[in-house]
Each structure stands twice: as C-alpha cells, then as structure tokens.
C-alpha cells in the first residue's frame, strides 16, 4: 500500500469521484470570477493613485467609506499572502535541502521573526517612497511589506519543518520511480508538506490582522500616512475614542474572515485532505461545498486539461533522462569547503555587525546597552509564561480538533475569527480598567501578548493532529491503548513536530505583539509596561533610529539565543526520533 497523495500528486481534483456536471456551477464561477476580478483591478488602480490624494481625501469614520477600505485591506492581505507562500517554498526547501544554505537560511529567519513589525517599518518607508516618487505605490508597498513579515515565518518554518521529516517510505518509493529531484519535490515532498501548510496560511491571515493597524497607520516620527483601510480606521476612531466605530470595523472584519473562509480557505483544507500521508481511507473527511461546486463545472476540467499539458512541456516529464554526473569529493575537501563557507558567513556577519555597533555607538552608551538588555528579560519572562500557557491549553484543544475533522470544520471560522482579532480593539477596556482599578500596567497589559501568541500553537497542532495516519489511529484502538498511554504513545508523538513549529513562531509572534500590548493606548490615556516591547514603541513614536536598532538587536538576540538553545535541539529530536516511517 501507498501514501494516498503519491498517485494524483498536484492536481486539485480526483476525477474518479467527480460530481455530476451542472450549467449552474459554470454560471456561479464565472460569477465569482468576475467579481474577483473587478475587485482585484479597481484596488490595484486605487493603489496607484498620486500620493497627493491621501491629502485631499483624508481618512474619515463616515460608514460610506469602510466597504471601500475593507476591501483595500483584503487585497493587501492577499498580496501579502501569495509573497509569503511564494518565499517559503523557495527559502524553506533551500533550507531542508542544501546544509550550506541552512547555515544563512535558519539564523537570518531567527533574525528577521524577531525583528518587529514597527522595526520594519521604520526603515522600509522611506525605501518604498523612494522607489515609487509621487505615487501611493511606495506606501502600498511598505504596508504590504509590512504584513507579509507578519505572515510569512510560521509558514516557512512549516515547509521547512514537514520537508525534514517527509517518511523515508516516501523517499524510498520515489526511487523505485526513478523520480527526478523537481518530481520528487512536486510529487512527493510538497504534497506531504501540504496540510501544515495550508492551516499555517490561515494563521498567517489571522496574524496579519493582528498587526493591520500598525501596517496601515504609519507613524515614524514627524511622518504619518494613513492608508485607506480598517487598520487605519481603527487607529482613528482609537484615538477618537470612537466605540461605535471601533464596533463597524470588527463587524467588517468579521464578515470578510468568514468569505474568505467559505470561499478560499474551507476548499483548500478539503482540497488538501487527500495530501494526509496514510494506507487507509479516511472516514470523515473535510467538506466544502464551493469545493464540490468547482468539482461540478465543466470549466475547471477543461482548464486543468491545458494546465496539464503546459506542466508536461514545462516539467519535461516525458524527456529521456539524462545521465546525472556526480563529483565524490574527499572528506578533508568537503571540510575545507565547509570551512570556506562558514568564514565567508561569519565574515559578513562580523562587518554587519560592526556597521550596527558604529550606528547605534555614536549616540548611545553601554548605559544605555545594560537597560535595554533588562527590559528585554522582563518581556522574556512574560514570553515563556504565557508560551506555557497556551501550550497547557491549546494542545489538548488542538489534537481533538484535528482528530474530528466535522468539528474542525465548525470551529474553523470561529478559531480564525478569534486569531485574527486586533488587540488594539481591547486597549479601551484594557486602558479604562487599569486606570479606574489602579492595576500595575506590567502584569495587566501581559494578557494582551497571548493574542499573538496562542493561535501559532493550535493551528499547528490542528494540523498535526489531522496529518496523523488512519492506520496509526485504528492500531491504538486495536491494542485499546487509551488515557495517558495513548497521549504519551500517539497524540503527542504525532504532533510534536508540528507543535514545535508552532511554538517556535508563537515566541516570536509573542515578541512581536509585545510592540502593541506593552504600550496601550485610548485617547490621550497611555499605559507602558515595562519591557522590550514599549521601548522600541515610544522609540519608533519619536523617531529615534538609534534606539529602535538597539531595541531590534536586542530583540533578535533573546530570539535567536531562544531558538538555538530550545526550538531548534527539539526539531532535531523531531526528526531523528519522531518521524512517521
């Protein structure tokens, strides 16, 4: 018996089990590709407008305009989304496959998670401007930016995770069929990656939410710009201390996650069902009925029958295979490349970092070092406690989840809508209830950090959950393993890679949302906790480059120092002892 994806591979529908064919679903797609359409050409010609209408139009409150900038934001979103898949394919699978590359690949990600969205900001605006001088282009392109570094890590992680630990099975079938390197990664390796990353997209779309008010209302120093959008609408109506406004733009947001749940992502999970790596059927299996409604057209076979023939000549399948050439390097060669190339790395990473020293020295003192470096243990402390928090919660939760795909199915909007939740819509009550009780900022605004925090952990264990092959599942039941041994013997095992990877983006997810739970604000009522998180906002509030690259380094060094001495020792026991063979 073989893995249940290996024999459609990459081709969105089982032909055997197709519906019954219907005019009507030809009519309905066509319908929703128009308005796709119209909806994708009228925000990209909004996107282009001369940056001069943002002033004579400026961002109002009236509800005539919030269809208009929830759809500007959507879009965003989208872009956001299609780079960062299109990043972590290519970024992950160099990582998984080549040793040299992972020695850049993995830190520079460590880095680059740790570094905040305000961090991004700060240095990217002024970039994007300059490329597009005039046009509202640049600023688009800085708050896309923006929310593509919000989106983009726990997706990589994911591929890169399910490509280390693809069974040996797999691989030793794709020898039999003598695949190439390109069919082995199309056929067998992206398929099996394929679950983890669809539930991971829909994490990245509730983490983009999360960070839209910061995307699109930019502040960096004496410059602001607002786009047209809910994140800047909320902005707004937060410091107008507008809650009716605030209440239009969550019911906004509520009703575009659950469209683009009904209408993207509930086809895709069902979609990707058929990639779980398993010998047997499965019972119960995700259902979509826009999935079946594109099964029933006439028009996606006939699409699907070119884009075939255009992946034969493009993929060069039916070409003989050539004879690959392969040089047997000596073991003290090997050394010295790996030498090489790790003095080239280090060197690079010395001049960087001498560059940032000389930056961030000319104004600033190993004072101000020492501080900076205590705010970070205070905001680690929060990061560890509540990173064990929604692992006692989340796991339980996410394993049955993942083990009843009727309940997933249910609770998949709803577990969306609560990721994608803004904290910045809680800051009133946060703010007004402190104050009135007269609470200490630095252990009330610390709830607001797991927002960012726990969603990574139970979508990840959602998919590892339901990744775990039906054979494993029916043994159990078979050998009535049950309770603790079966937690210890099935669950946990099962969905330890994956919660690893969720865990691992939770941090810095934790870090990152540190930015906005730390410094609350409503009205001209601010609150700061102490730590991390605050500094580097009121740093960014003023302007202050010096300070924002300190609190960035400080940062990327807790994560990284984080990362290396937990996460990454835990994906190495992932692999060599957890993996399903």
Request: charged share 15%; aromatic share 12%.
């Amino acid at each position: 018996m073989r893995p249940s994806f290996l024999a459609p591979a990459l081709t969105p529908f089982n032909r055997e089990q197709l519906p019954a064919h219907s005019w009507r679903a030809d009519v309905a797609l066509l319908g929703l590709l128009v308005l796709l359409a119209a909806f994708v050409f009228h925000g990209l010609d909004q996107m282009n407008q001369p940056l001069g209408v943002l002033d004579v139009s400026p961002l109002s409150l009236d509800l005539v305009h919030l269809p208009e900038y929830t759809l500007r934001t959507t879009l965003r979103m989208f872009i956001a989304l299609f780079a960062s898949l299109v990043f972590s394919l290519v970024v992950a699978t160099l990582a998984a496959k080549s040793r040299k590359a992972a020695m850049v690949i993995l830190p520079a990600l460590d880095i680059l998670q740790s570094v905040p969205v305000l961090g991004f900001l700060t240095f990217t605006v002024v970039f994007f401007m300059g490329l597009f001088p005039g046009k509202e282009t640049g600023v688009e392109c800085a708050a896309i930016f923006a929310i593509f570094t919000s989106q983009v890590w726990n997706m990589t992680f994911s591929v890169y995770q399910s490509l280390r630990t693809v069974p040996n099975d797999l691989y030793d079938v794709s020898r039999q069929f003598s695949f190439s390197p390109w069919q082995r990664f199309v056929r067998v390796e992206l398929p099996f990656a394929t679950p983890g990353l669809v539930w991971n997209m829909m994490m990245s779309m509730s983490g983009g939410w999360f960070f839209v008010v910061a995307s699109e209302a930019i502040t960096v120093g004496d410059t602001t710009v607002s786009l047209p959008g809910i994140g800047s609408w909320l902005a707004l109506a937060i410091e107008q201390q507008n809650i009716t406004a605030i209440a239009w733009a969550v019911l906004a947001m509520v009703g575009v996650i659950i469209a683009y749940d009904l209408l993207f992502f509930r086809p895709i999970v069902a979609w990707a069902d058929k990639f779980r790596f398993e010998q047997t059927a499965s019972q119960k299996r995700p259902r979509s009925r826009v999935y079946d409604l594109l099964r029933s057209t006439r028009l996606v076979p006939l699409v699907l029958r070119a884009l075939g023939s255009l992946k034969a000549s493009l993929f060069l399948e039916k070409l003989p295979r050539l004879p690959s050439i392969r040089f047997k390097a000596s073991a003290r060669v090997s050394r010295a490349t790996d030498l090489i190339w790790l003095a080239l790395v280090a060197a690079a990473c010395i001049a960087g970092a001498v560059q940032l020293s000389r930056f961030i020295g000319s104004t600033l003192g190993w004072e101000d070092v020492a501080s900076t470096f205590d705010l970070g243990l205070a905001t680690l402390l929060r990061v560890c406690v509540l990173i064990i928090l929604a692992s006692l919660v989340w796991v339980p939760i996410g394993v049955w989840i993942g083990l009843n795909p009727r309940w997933a199915e249910r609770l998949q909007p709803i577990a969306q809508l609560l990721a994608a939740f803004p904290a910045n819509v809680l800051f009133p009550f946060a703010v007004i209830a402190i104050v009135a009780l007269k609470l200490n900022p630095d252990v009330w605004l610390s709830p607001l950090m797991i927002l960012g925090t726990q969603w990574y952990i139970l979508f990840n264990v959602i998919a590892g959950a339901s990744a775990l092959p039906n054979d494993l599942r029916e043994a159990a039941r078979s050998f009535r393993v049950r309770g603790w041994q079966w937690w210890r013997q099935v669950a946990l095992p099962g969905v330890f890679p994956y919660y690893v990877t969720g865990a691992l983006t939770a941090a810095g997810g934790s870090w990152n949302a540190s930015i906005v739970a730390e410094a609350a604000s409503w009205g001209d009522q601010h609150l700061y906790a102490s730590g991390l998180g605050a500094f580097i906002a009121q740093a960014t509030t003023a302007g202050d480059l010096h300070r924002v690259a300190l609190g960035v380094v400080i940062m990327s060094i807790f994560v990284v120092g984080f990362n290396r001495l937990l996460w990454r020792p835990l994906y190495g026991f992932a692999e060599r002892r957890l993996r399903i063979d």
